[in-house]
């Protein structure tokens, strides 16, 4: 009788734990997001992901030398290519993914910057086109994201260094500050190509989210895993 107690609550208890484990919703293999956010609202891609050559870009991963902790899934991206102030459109990194629904959907960087003395708005930035069946949902045209953007951290210099700070920061014209946008199709393939611009800045994911879902503050918040 007690053996058949003890099965019991053990089963309750498994049934618990299991309920539990799946009130975080996985966005990928090793990352979660609270499950109040849909999967249609949010396109989660790890900078790691990619299945373009590194070229001047290393992995780097909890352990190694340099490594930002708080990374998603312990590994990111770092550009070692051109100059800690800036460089050209160098090493593009492919990111493919489907539109989950029809809307318009801002795109955000985790980012770090490591400036090893340099000056804090340097080490900050990268550039950023879409291909693919979209539109622009901002004051950019369709012709102007289809092209290499510089995209730097939100912040610029102010931001702390060796530390996880969202990027989604246009800057198409010298000072003149925008954000990356777009009207996306629902089932339409897009293709996120992410180029180095500055030595030494880390790139650990990429969220695409809804903006009639989320204002910004909002998403900030929610899709920081760190
Ligand atoms: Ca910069
Ligand atoms: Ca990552």
């Known amino acids: 009788m007690l053996k058949q107690k003890i099965l019991f609550l053990c089963i309750i208890l498994s049934i618990f734990i ?77 990111y493919h993914f489907t539109a989950p629904k029809s809307g318009n959907f801002k795109l955000m960087l985790m980012s770090s910057k490591r400036l090893e003395g340099v000056k804090s708005d340097w080490c900050n930035d990268a550039f950023v086109k879409l291909s693919g069946d979209f539109e622009s949902a901002n004051t950019f045209t369709k012709e102007d994201l289809k092209k290499d953007i510089k995209i730097l951290q939100d912040g610029n210099d102010e931001t702390e260094e060796l530390a996880w700070h969202w990027a989604s920061t246009a800057e198409k014209d010298r000072h003149v500050y925008n954000d990356f946008v777009y009207q996306l199709k629902k089932g339409e393939k897009c293709v996120i190509t992410l180029s180095g611009r500055s030595m030494r800045f880390s790139i650990d994911y990429i969220i695409l989210y809804d903006v009639n879902e989320y204002n910004n503050k909002e998403a900030k918040e929610l899709f920081k895993i760190q």
Not at 62 to 87: C, D, M, Q, R, W
């Open 18 to 94: 299991s309920a539990c484990a799946t009130q975080n919703y996985k966005i990928s293999n090793k990352v979660s997001l609270k499950n109040s956010i849909l999967k249609k609202d949010v396109v989660f891609i790890e900078a790691e992901s990619t299945n373009s050559k590194l070229q001047k870009w290393i992995l780097v991963k909890k352990g190694n030398k340099n490594y930002v902790k708080g990374a998603s899934s312990n590994t990111y991206l770092e550009f070692l290519g051109n100059k800690p102030i800036t460089g050209k459109a160098n090493s593009p990194l492919e």
